[in-house]
């Protein structure tokens, strides 16, 4: 079955829910409920026969060097989302070769697909970050790295950093011999220097990490899976059976994961631990932009996929800021959260609540956030996927979304 059926089917139940006003009793959306998990094993089931379930052991990379010409310093890691694969990202990946052929080498990940990405963000993230090392070791003239992901690789993408974050020790001489102590010459550049440590990834300087619709606070809150149409009865559901369609995954997403009684994973990957630096790693890029679509995501919600509240969402109309990127509608610079200048109401002394939580562990950094919408697209019903291009033919709208992504990219 087609996947773009298995959508349309699942969005149909939910407009029928709402647009019609069903008489729904919790019997019925019960039904209802399983209907889209029906739909859901449907679509992972077409996905595993096309695009199989297990890791290549050949990492491929994607450059446009050859023998006369040396290999590109610029590593750019492309990571697919959920019941994804490598070919997700087949179309950024030729338009970063097309407008960056001298700087870049692009490396599509392939060791998370299909199947495999219901086996959790730790995982997942585990097996990137040793995909990258065997890239790493292969172009031994590799500068410096960038991640690009979509929806769940963005996730993995901040685990793999984390188990790849390590400092590089540099010598710089700390004084002149004008200044010191020693004889001779060779006597000072021998003992008159300061170990420097810069933070690297994978032993490559840090640039860019950048997601796509990717849902960095979970998907538990209020409309965070948006097809659920804000139902409580559907989302408390959700939040109860996804371990049992995507396995792990779904635990971790809803935040419903109590491993050796530790926190949910999502919550501890705002901070370091003491083997993960996840936000060590996450700071020491140069960017970190969070593209997220502003309405027809029906997978990924825009407060989770932009790091924000709902309070903090553009509340203006959405408009076109550059006629050269039509489904661009809002863009704003990198903020830190000061949570010293912040006052929260706790009733009754209660905690923050993990979105709450999240938000505030990861604004510490700087983040570009990056609105699109497709609302007047007619693929404006698959942004989760067009945002990305998955499929170029239907979804080439979001191209526009790929070209401001490389026009902006650091090199």
Not at 40 to 65: A, Y
Not at 229 to 240: K, N, V
Not at 267 to 296: H, P, T, W
Not at 300 to 305: A, D, F, I, L
């Amino acid at each position: 079955m087609n996947s773009f059926l298995v959508w349309a089917l699942s969005f149909a139940i939910i407009i029928a829910i709402v647009r019609f006003n069903f008489n729904l009793t919790p019997s019925s959306l019960l039904l209802f409920g399983s209907l889209l998990i029906a739909f859901w094993i449907i679509k992972m089931k077409f996905h595993h026969r096309r695009f199989g379930g297990s890791c290549l052991n050949n990492p491929k990379v994607e450059d446009n060097s050859d023998a006369n010409n040396p290999i590109p310093p610029h590593l750019v890691i492309m990571v697919n989302g959920i019941v994804g694969s490598s070919h997700d990202w087949r179309y950024g990946a030729e338009q970063f070769l097309k407008r960056l052929p001298d700087k870049v080498i692009v490396h599509r990940s392939e060791c998370n697909s299909s199947k495999l990405t219901f086996d959790g963000v730790d995982t997942m993230g585990e097996r990137l970050a040793e995909e990258v090392l065997s890239i790493v070791r292969c172009w031994p003239g590799l500068q410096k790295i960038s991640f690009v992901a979509h929806s769940l690789g963005g996730l993995v993408a901040r685990y793999a950093i984390a188990r790849l974050f390590d400092y590089s020790k540099t010598l710089e001489a700390g004084v002149t011999c004008r200044n010191c102590d020693c004889k001779e010459e060779a006597e000072c550049t021998k003992n008159c220097t300061e170990q420097h440590y810069e933070a690297r990834i994978a032993g490559l300087e840090p640039m860019n990490f950048i997601t796509f619709a990717t849902p960095h606070l979970g998907s538990r809150g209020h409309r965070q899976l948006p097809f659920l149409c804000g139902i409580p009865f559907l989302e408390r559901r959700a939040s109860q059976t996804a371990h049992l369609i995507v396995g792990r995954t779904g635990k971790h997403l809803f935040l419903m994961d109590n491993d050796d009684g530790k926190p949910p994973l999502l919550l501890r990957m705002i901070e370091d631990s003491d083997d993960l630096k996840f936000m060590s790693a996450l700071c020491v890029f140069k960017r970190r932009v969070a593209y997220a679509n502003a309405n027809f995501d029906h997978m990924v919600g825009w407060r989770t996929s932009s790091i924000r509240r709902q309070h903090e969402l553009p509340k203006s109309n959405l408009l076109v800021i550059d006629e050269k990127y039509p489904h661009i509608v809002h863009a704003e610079g990198g903020t830190v959260d000061d949570i010293s200048n912040k006052v929260y109401v706790n009733v009754g002394g209660q905690k923050i609540d993990m979105e709450e939580e999240m938000i505030r562990g990861l604004t510490q950094v700087h983040w570009e956030r990056v609105d699109v919408s497709f609302q007047k697209s007619k693929q404006r019903y698959t942004a989760h996927s067009t945002i990305q291009v998955k499929t170029y033919w239907l979804h080439s709208d979001g191209s526009d979304v790929i070209f401001h992504m490389i026009d902006n990219f650091l090199i």
